[in-house]
């Protein structure tokens, strides 16, 4: 299946300077539902490619607004997603095969087959990993005491000495 969200960059022919990716409604339409959110109401990236060798190394910012579920009261909740990118697409042979630990604003290794990379894919992906799938909007805490949900100090070590004082 073809991703939603493809932008195919040719290593050979990187474009000069930065490069604006913008999700067209369809396009929004087939993420908010890959992603299992209400809707992806715009996303944006602008990503400037450099040729690293035999890598391409891709750095930028995605920027995103989506309508997700509050994960306590189901009601809807707007969010704004501002990330930066930093990635580096490399041949599948030169991609390593066990996983390793990067440092802190180390690129992200996207192994390719041939010339060609996706890079709407991975800006799809990227807006996936920054999606909070814990959000919880304002009523949250009103949803949760309705439901006889204790919050963590109620629940704690002392909550049964509590509730006996306060028998």
């Not at 809807?76 to 990635?87: G, K, S, T």
């Not at 087959?113 to 890079?119: K, P, R, S, T």
């Amino acid at each position: 299946m073809a991703p939603e969200f493809s932008r195919l960059i040719d290593r050979h022919r990187l474009p000069l300077g930065p490069l604006d990716l913008l999700a067209n409604e369809a396009e929004r339409i087939a993420l908010a539902r890959r992603f299992a959110v209400i809707a992806v109401e715009r996303l944006t990236a602008t990503v400037t490619l450099a040729d690293d060798g035999k890598a391409v190394t891709a750095t930028g910012r995605l920027r995103a607004a989506i309508v997700q579920s509050c994960a306590v009261s189901g009601e809807d909740l707007a969010a704004v997603i501002d990330e930066p990118l930093a990635l580096r697409f490399v041949p599948e042979q030169l991609a390593v095969g066990d996983e390793i630990e990067l440092e802190a604003g180390a690129l992200d290794d996207i192994p390719f087959a041939g010339d060609v990379f996706d890079l709407g894919e991975t800006v799809a992906q990227s807006l996936a990993l920054a999606i909070d799938p814990y959000a919880v909007g304002p009523n949250a805490e009103r949803v949760r005491r309705a439901a006889g949900l204790l919050d963590k100090t109620a629940a704690g070590p002392f909550a049964a000495l509590t509730a006996l004082k306060k028998g």
